[in-house]
T-cell receptor, first 109, second 115 residues
Framework: TQLLEQSPQFLSIQEGENLTVYCNSS?????LQWYRQEPGEGPVLLVT?????EVKKLKRLTFQFGDARKDSSLHITAAQPGDTGLYLC?????????FGQGTRLTINP | DSGVTQTPKHLITATGQRVTLRCSPR?????VYWYQQSLDQGLQFLIQ???????AKGNILERFSAQQFPDLHSELNLSSLELGDSALYFC??????????????FGPGTRLTVL
């Protein structure tokens, strides 16, 4: 069974600070996705990374896929209260997506 | 708004009861996925249907069953409910049969509370 470990589980920081959250596994993945989930809503896809070493940017969010395609990171620059939410990484398993436990991020004004 | 609708939004019931959760996928999507999200287990894949046929099965209990109808809406039936079944249940949809690199669009979820 493929397991995705996300760290930290909880993160609370002040507006304007930078942060990085991680998604790690011992397995190699063909692709990895990052989702954000806000309270009362379903997860929303932010990005899909496919190539080892790939870096994708989405405004203040930078996503990186590890060279060995076993891990990924999400870096947020100058965090804003609107970034608050649960960040989930997900990898393609056998016919299904496997999700990490998530990082619950709180940005304080 | 993802275009995926789920009803009801909240459901409170007692142990031993049976409930039905309903999902309508985005227009044009043929695949429907069901997930369970609890605090201790995270988001767990239950089952997938593609164009009316079961496509993939995950950690779905025998007390749970699902189906996809000709109009592509799907229902998840949960029976002999236990306290531990209390969770958020999400439906997601996608165009094709495979999850490979594809985006799934999630509905707003149904919060089930078993008392």
């Amino acid at each position: 069974t493929q397991l995705l470990e996300q760290s930290p589980q909880f993160l609370s920081i002040q507006e304007g600070e930078n942060l990085t959250v991680y998604c790690n596994s011992s397995s190699v993945f063909s692709s990895l996705q990052w989702y954000r989930q806000e309270p009362g809503e379903g997860p929303v896809l932010l990005v899909t990374v496919v190539t080892g070493g790939e870096v994708k940017k989405l405004k203040r969010l930078t996503f990186q896929f590890g060279d060995a395609r076993k891990d990924s990171s999400l870096h947020i620059t100058a965090a804003q209260p609107g970034d608050t939410g649960l960040y989930l990484c997900a990898a393609q398993g056998a016919q299904k997506l496997v999700f990490g436990q998530g990082t619950r991020l709180t940005i304080n004004p | 708004d993802s275009g995926v609708t789920q009803t009801p939004k909240h459901l409170i019931t007692a142990t031993g009861q049976r409930v039905t959760l309903r999902c309508s996928p985005r227009s044009g999507d043929l695949s429907v996925y069901w997930y369970q999200q609890s605090l201790d287990q995270g988001l767990q894949f239950l089952i997938q249907y593609y164009n009316g046929e079961e496509r993939a099965k995950g950690n779905i209990l025998e007390r749970f069953s699902a189906q996809q109808f000709p109009d592509l809406h799907s229902e998840l039936n949960l029976s002999s409910l236990e306290l531990g079944d209390s969770a958020l249940y999400f439906c997601a949809s996608s165009v094709g049969p495979s999850v490979a690199g594809r985006e799934q669009f999630f509905g707003p979820g149904t919060r089930l509370t078993v008392l």
